[in-house]
């Protein structure tokens, strides 16, 4: 069974700081990987997707990918009390089910005025 | 969220009743997936339908539950005899097509219908 392994927090930040938020993934032949948020009682959002190696940066979000240690990341720079919500990590199963994505268990973020 | 509605948006059920929860995808969109969250956990994939298919329900308790997509109307899913742990956020998501791997493309989610059975 493939697991995604997210720390479920809270990750408290002052306002203006940059969140650093982690996950690990089971299956080292995982190629894509996507950053969800969710605010409670809403929907998944989906923020970020990498699948390759390095670094992706889109606004305020850059995702870092790192294969070999089978570790993404999403770092905000500049967070606001607006980014406080859960944030979901989320792998497809396999090559022939990419739309049976396996999520974390999210890590709640707070960004403190 | 990309246009794919749900309805009901919250919906109370007592034990034993049945639950419908609907789903219109994304104009043009031909492929729905549900997804399920209870509480504390994560989301966790539960079918995957095209019109009148049903491709992958690998995630779908073996009893109580079904889904249908049919070639008119919007996607169903039924929860017959609803129990208490059957609370939960049940989420729908569509595509024009089943998403591509090695790319960013994925899924996109509607708002959710919230389910609690008392």
């Known amino acids: 069974q493939k697991e995604v392994e997210q720390n479920s927090g809270p990750l408290s930040v002052p306002e203006g700081a940059i969140a650093s938020l982690n996950c690990t993934y089971s299956?080292?032949?995982?190629?894509?990987f996507f950053w969800y948020r969710q605010y409670s009682g809403k929907s998944p959002e989906l923020i970020m997707s990498i699948y390759s190696n390095g670094d992706k940066e889109d606004g305020r979000f850059t995702a870092q990918l790192n294969k070999a240690s089978q570790y993404v990341s999403l770092l905000i720079r500049d967070s606001q009390p607006s980014d406080s919500a859960t944030y979901l990590c989320a792998v497809p199963e396999g090559l022939d089910s990419s739309y049976k994505l396996i999520f974390g268990s999210g890590t709640r973020l707070l960004v403190r005025p | 969220n990309a246009g794919v509605m749900q309805n009901p948006r919250h919906l109370v059920r007592r034990r034993g009743q049945e639950a419908r929860l609907r789903c219109s995808p994304v104009k043009g969109h031909s492929h729905v997936y549900w997804y399920r969250q209870l509480p504390e956990e994560g989301l966790k994939f539960m079918v995957y339908?095209?019109?009148?298919?049903?491709?992958?329900e690998s995630g779908m308790p073996k009893e109580r539950f079904s889904a249908e997509f049919p070639k008119e109307g919007p996607s169903i899913l039924r929860i017959q005899q609803v129990v208490r742990g059957d609370s939960a956020a049940y989420f729908c998501a569509s595509s024009p097509s089943r998403p591509p791997t090695y790319s960013g493309n994925t899924i996109y989610f509607g708002e959710g219908s919230w389910l609690t059975v008392v």
């Open positions: 299956d080292r032949g995982s190629q894509s």
């Open positions: 339908l095209q019109k009148e298919n049903i491709i992958d």
